[in-house]
């Protein structure tokens, strides 16, 4: 049976950067919400029109779109030797919502830290290098405000339930930061 993580930190953290190299060290799926609603509105898909405007103004898609896409996601039979979800979830009711779906338990929870400057001088990189619409400084602040109100305190909520949570210093190159992870997780 492989892993069943989920990857927590700020936008710009790196987390899906991360995520993608442990699952394919893993062998599982990377399943990164964020993508996942991109390639919907790419696509020109119902789920993608609504989620494009929503992410246009700088909030998050509303719970139910996104519980029901992962949800869908978790079903395909190469989840079910594992998987490292980037992205989700994002809030508690979202974890309560995953916990009820789940069946097998979360092997851990790994959550980058990165200082908020450093974020905003990332997301702001990568807004200008990849032309995205939805990374301006104010839809950026915006963003972080949403993940230190709704998403920091799943930290507390999966020590609670008994999962192992891995804080690892996301600061620092690419090749850096995932020795941490690797390290964090006993992945030699």
């Not at 779906?101 to 200008?128: G, I, T, Y």
């Amino acid at each position: 049976m492989g892993l069943r993580l989920i990857f927590l930190g700020p936008q710009g953290s790196g987390k899906g950067t991360q995520a993608s190299r442990l699952a394919r060290l893993m062998g599982v799926p990377h399943i990164s919400t964020g993508a996942m609603l991109r390639e919907a509105v790419a696509d020109g898909t119902e789920l993608g029109r609504k989620a494009d405007a929503i992410m246009q103004a700088g909030d998050l898609v509303p719970d139910d779109l996104v519980v029901a896409m992962v949800g869908e996601r978790l079903s395909q039979p190469d989840a079910k030797c594992g998987y490292l979800l980037d992205g989700f979830p994002r809030n508690v009711a979202q974890a309560e919502a995953l916990d009820a779906v789940l069946e097998d338990p979360l092997d851990a929870v790994v959550r980058l830290d990165v200082p908020h400057e450093e974020l905003m001088k990332r997301m702001l990189l990568r807004a200008e290098a990849e032309g995205r619409a939805d990374d301006t400084e104010e839809g950026i602040s915006r963003r972080l405000e949403i993940y230190w109100e709704e998403t920091a305190p799943l930290s507390g909520y999966y020590a609670n339930t008994g999962v192992a949570v891995r804080v690892v210093d996301g600061f620092g190159g690419i090749d850096e930061v995932f020795a941490r992870v690797a390290l964090s997780m006993a992945v030699e």
